[in-house]
């Protein structure tokens, strides 16, 4: 199993440019979710999907949207970036957003620099 | 007062020695807590749930005091390896959007 994966690694963009992060689990996980982590901030949920069909707001959602493709997949869109979305974006997913099931699992990161 | 406070560090501790850390929590009603590593650049990974009762895994031990409102982790003869940042996280379970991540303690052992 390669449980979560993220696509890009790294990505380069110039303010105003768009693009899609991709990722999929392989776990066959109910929920999923996006973080960003800054320098001394901790992780930041910018939004979830607790079931297939479903997304919600996180913490930090003002400049992104996502889609929940089918029960792997999961992208996150910068559809204009700024400089302030320059972060690292971690995907993750869990069985269940809360309860016994709600451990996540995440993937290895996508480091975006917005110039 | 943040919703989940860790002392940033860096402790720096010699191989074999034993080291702890707390985590502060602000909201009485979270239900759920965990320890998660995270290697420098990578993503982070479980390490182990917290438990009322308190828990142990090898040479790591998490203990939950709710009068005080704080999780901690113990880690008994550190091993090189065990260099990480180490985040708490905290779940109301109230919802999914609930759940807070510390930022992180920095650990580095030194031979």
């Known amino acids: 199993n390669a449980g979560v994966t993220q696509t890009p690694k790294f990505q380069v963009l110039k303010t105003g440019q768009s693009m899609t992060l991709q990722c999929a689990q392989d776990?066959?996980?109910?929920?999923m979710y996006w973080y960003r982590q800054d320098p001394g901030m901790g992780l930041r949920l910018i939004y979830y999907?607790?079931?297939?069909?479903?997304?919600d707001k996180g913490e930090v959602p003002n400049g992104y949207n996502v889609s929940r493709l089918n029960k792997r997949e999961f992208s996150l869109r910068l559809e204009s970036a700024a400089p302030s979305q320059t972060s690292v974006y971690f995907c993750a997913s869990s069985e269940a957003p809360t309860g016994p099931q709600e451990t996540q699992y995440f993937g290895p990161g996508t480091r975006l620099l917005v110039l | 007062r943040k919703e989940v406070e860790q002392d940033p560090g860096p402790f720096n501790v010699p191989e074999g020695a034993t080291v702890a850390f707390n985590c502060t929590y602000s909201?009485?009603?979270?239900?759920?807590f965990f320890w998660y590593r995270q290697d420098c650049r990578k993503e982070p990974k479980l390490l182990m749930s917290?438990?009322?009762s308190g828990n142990e895994d090898g040479r790591f031990t998490a203990q939950l005091n709710r009068a005080s409102q704080y999780i901690s982790l113990l880690i008994r003869d550190s091993k090189l390896s065990d260099s990480a940042t180490y985040l708490c996280v905290v779940n109301p379970r109230s919802s999914a959007s609930k759940i807070i991540f510390g930022s992180g303690t920095r650990l580095s052992i030194r031979p």
């Open positions: 999907s607790a079931s297939e069909g479903t997304t």
């Open positions: 909201n009485s009603a979270s239900q759920s």
């Open positions: 917290v438990y009322s």
């Open positions: 776990m066959n996980h109910n929920s």
